[in-house]
């Protein structure tokens, strides 16, 4: 009688499975199928932004909603009287900047609350309605008002003649009832909070509250201003514009 080997027998087993000793090849495991990852979207790292840059949560509230034009002009300190100007264009992506343009405001600088003679340029956002020049107009969409009453006469803060500095105008609607002529007078909150605060051709000088530009910047400015994307100007030192 053969008494059965449990060890024997389990050895047995393991070699039938896995053919150790048996002359047969080892069998190499299979390696796992690599994992195929869904394709990523690509993102852009080139999309305008939905903010125009540098302006504060106050600043940005006062922009209409249906504005899709901004020209910016950015104060060197709130005592300047230079600045920087650039326009932006809201698209479908966002915010695009144009070219950053050199420009002068007034002698003094700024003011949250402009006053007649202050010689500070107000700070805020203001719609951008109406035109105007002693040249004829150049073809820009606002309605533009051509003749002699904009003749700029004598001299400016620094000796510069003014000659030519209303060459070229576009009413900044501060104090001023828009849909009129830069040249009218009407001021909806007195003559003692000034008003005439005008975008127009630069004099190398300071301004006594208007903001300039260079005249070939000036009429390119008229050329893009389109009433249908409800243009405005935001105005003021950096700092006063981030709040």
């Known amino acids: 009688m053969i008494t059965p080997n449990p060890q024997a027998a389990l050895l047995a087993v393991c070699l039938l499975l896995t053919g150790c000793g048996t002359g047969a090849a080892a069998t190499t495991p299979t390696a ?62 966002g915010w695009e900047a144009g070219e950053s343009l050199p420009a002068h405001n007034a002698l003094k600088g700024w003011t949250d609350h402009h006053r007649a003679g202050d010689l500070r340029s107000p700070i805020g ?66 003559d003692g909070r000034g008003g005439g605060i005008w975008l127009h051709v630069d004099h190398d000088g300071p301004t006594q509250g208007c903001v300039s530009l260079a005249k070939p910047h000036m009429r390119t400015l008229l050329l893009a201003l389109d009433p249908a994307k409800e243009p405005v100007v935001v105005m003021g030192d950096a700092n006063s514009l981030a709040r």
């Open 125 to 190: 956002v203001f719609t951008l309605t109406d035109a105007g020049g002693r040249l004829r107009d150049p073809g820009t969409r606002l309605p533009y008002d051509h003749g002699p009453g904009f003749t700029a006469t004598g001299t400016g803060f620094e000796g510069e003649p003014l000659a030519g500095s209303f060459d070229y105008v576009i009413a900044i609607d501060y104090n001023r009832e828009p849909g009129t002529s830069p040249l009218d007078w009407t001021r909806p909150l007195g």
């Open 32 to 93: 796992a199928a690599p994992t195929t990852r869904a394709p990523q979207p690509e993102i852009s790292l080139d999309l305008a932004p939905q903010q125009i840059p540098g302006l504060g949560a106050r600043t940005w509230a006062k922009v209409p909603s249906g504005t899709r034009q901004a020209l910016v002009v950015t104060g060197r300190g709130k005592n300047s009287p230079r600045s920087t100007a650039v326009l932006y264009e809201r698209t479908d992506a």
